[in-house]
Nanobody, 122 residues
Framework: QVQLVESGGGSVQTGGSLKLSCATS????????MKWFRQIPGKEREWVAV???????DYPDSLKGRFTISADNNKNTLYLEMNGLKPEDTGMYYC????????????????WGQGTQVTVSS
């Protein structure tokens, strides 16, 4: 049974940093496509980072340099490090997984976590 459990969200001021965690079970990072998404109020859910097969990363151009996705295989945990946070980064952040070595369309996922809230104040 696959489970994804996010943690690490919170409230920070503009320019601050947060590191989100997604504890996983039932998945092997080298055989999965792992992602972080966020849901900003009034907007569609969007992907913010991808880790394919445990080695290849992808980010939207708008977030490159500020967000970093990584994984600890020994802890079965996915991370999202966010630096230089802005009020527009405020939203619910979700961990997602496609149980396949091929990522394909990033919106295609087999599993989702429950989300963790990130709030950035000005």
């Amino acid at each position: 049974q696959v489970q994804l459990v996010e943690s690490g969200g919170g409230s920070v001021q503009t320019g601050g940093s947060l590191k989100l965690s997604c504890a996983t079970s039932g998945l092997t990072f080298t055989r999965a496509c792992m992602k972080w998404f966020r849901q900003i109020p009034g907007k569609e859910r969007e992907w913010v980072a991808v880790l394919a097969r445990g080695v290849e990363t992808d980010y939207p151009d708008s977030l490159k340099g500020r967000f970093t996705i990584s994984a600890d295989n020994n802890k079965n945990t996915l991370y999202l490090e966010m630096n230089g946070l802005k009020p527009e980064d405020t939203g619910m952040y979700y961990c997602a997984a496609r149980d396949s070595i091929l990522c394909g369309n990033y919106r295609t996922n087999d599993y989702w976590g429950q989300g963790t809230q990130v709030t950035v104040s000005s």
